[in-house]
Every structure is written in structure tokens, then in C-alpha cells.
């Protein structure tokens, strides 16, 4: 298993619709849990972060699973300038401090 | 907003090659990363930097590369005698502290031919 793996997508998505997606991750002993935005050719961007009680900013909401070891991330009302590749991002545990991120899931909101 | 700023925004160089990649993390963070992402592929972590030193590094962060901070703003990656697979756009990140989320450089994006 890879130790943080994301749907590629991408996610087709119209505009206003709602969009959720997933990261599994497989090292247990995570500790701190992100979501980035990487729009083409450019740097992350630190969305949100995740909390074990989920959390909330906006139109997006992002959840932990610490059992079955995932996190999510929703999108509701979609933006055509929501179009992005979504990162999923870990640290801590085996993996050390460091952040690892995932490949990505490719959002497309079209209108 | 602070901003990590990184320069050159872009560099060619031929291959064997030294190059020095250039970073200013936000002021009063603590924690420096370098990250690589080739092109069409996930963000791969280098190396971490904390406390004038080497806290962490990858597999790929062998002898070929290394890591300076001269002096109190700049933060340097340099990668010795350059690959054609060294391609890939470079990204430094400051922190705060180990458990906050990462402010990325727009990044380096280096080509070797």
C-alpha cells in the first residue's frame, strides 16, 4: 500500500455542485493532517488543515477517519475557480516530521 | 501576507553543472524544507532544516545535493554536477513549528539539457 494515495481523478464537476474525495494513508501513526491546492505549475497552498473532530472553512469541509484511515475533503457549491489539483499532505509517525503528499485528485468544475 | 520567495524563478543549465538554488523563507520560522516536484508527478520531499542543520533528508538527497543558510534570510539548495533527470521544479517551505502546514517558494524550475 502506498503510504499516501489519492484518486487522480479527474473529478468533473458543474458548477454549484458539491465534490468530496478522499486520501488514504497508510502509516497509523499520523499525526498532523492537510489539505493543499495545486494549481498548474505553481506552488501548494495551504488550504486547511485537519482536525480529528472535522473542520470546517467556508465551502469546504474536511473530516478524519483515524480508523480506517482517511481524510476527506468536501467541496460544496462548486467554483469554476475551485478547478484544481487537491494534495493531500501527513506528517509524523514512522514518516518523521516531514510533510508527504500524495499525487493529487484533479478537480474540474465546468459550468 | 509573508511569503517564501525563491530565486531564479526559472534555470537552464548544461548537464554537469553546478547549480544554486536560492530561498528566503518568512522571517520568523524555524523549520526550511526543500521539495522537488518533476513534472506530471506528486511533490517529493529533499531534505529539512532546523537549527542550523539537517533534521531530515530523503533518498534522493544524496551526496549529489546540499543545503546552506549563510547567513539569517537566505536558505540555499545546491546541486552538484546536474543530471538530465534533475529536471523538475524546486519548492522551498518554511514552518513555524513541526505540526503546523507548510508556506511554499513559487518555486525554481530547473532544466538541464
Known amino acids: 500500500r502506498k503510504e499516501v494515495e489519492q484518486d487522480p481523478g479527474p473529478f468533473n464537476v458543474p458548477e454549484g455542485a458539491t465534490v468530496a474525495f478522499n486520501c488514504t494513508y497508510s502509516?497509523?501513526?499520523?499525526?498532523?493532517f492537510f489539505w493543499y491546492r495545486q494549481d498548474c505549475r505553481k506552488e501548494p497552498k495551504l488550504l486547511m488543515s485537519?482536525?480529528?473532530s472535522g473542520n470546517e472553512d467556508g465551502r469546504f469541509t474536511a473530516q478524519l477517519n483515524r480508523a480506517s484511515q482517511y481524510i476527506s475533503l468536501l467541496i460544496r457549491d462548486s467554483k469554476l475557480s475551485d478547478s484544481a489539483t487537491y494534495l493531500c499532505?501527513?506528517?509524523?509517525?514512522?514518516?518523521?516530521?516531514?510533510?508527504?503528499f500524495g499525487g493529487g485528485t484533479r478537480v474540474l468544475v465546468k459550468p | 501576507e509573508p511569503e517564501v520567495t525563491q530565486t531564479p524563478s526559472h534555470q537552464v543549465t548544461q548537464m554537469g553543472q553546478e547549480v544554486i538554488l536560492r530561498c528566503v523563507p518568512i522571517?520568523?520560522?524555524?523549520?526550511f524544507y526543500w521539495y522537488r516536484q518533476i513534472l506530471g508527478q506528486k511533490v517529493e520531499f529533499l531534505v529539512s532544516?532546523?537549527?542550523?542543520?539537517?533534521?531530515?533528508k530523503s533518498e534522493i538527497f544524496d551526496d549529489q545535493f546540499s543545503v546552506e543558510r549563510p547567513d539569517g534570510s537566505n536558505f540555499t539548495l545546491k546541486i552538484r554536477s546536474t543530471k538530465l533527470e534533475d529536471s523538475a521544479m524546486y519548492f522551498c517551505?518554511?514552518?513555524?513549528?513541526?505540526?503546523?502546514?507548510?508556506?511554499f517558494g513559487s518555486g525554481t524550475r530547473l532544466t538541464v539539457v
Open positions: 517551505a518554511s514552518s513555524p513549528g513541526q505540526d503546523y502546514g507548510y508556506t
Open positions: 502509516n497509523s501513526a499520523s499525526q498532523s
Open positions: 485537519v482536525y480529528s
Open positions: 499532505a501527513l506528517s509524523g509517525g514512522a514518516a518523521g516530521n516531514k510533510l508527504t
Open positions: 522571517s520568523n520560522h524555524l523549520y
Open positions: 532544516f532546523y537549527n542550523n542543520e539537517i533534521s531530515e
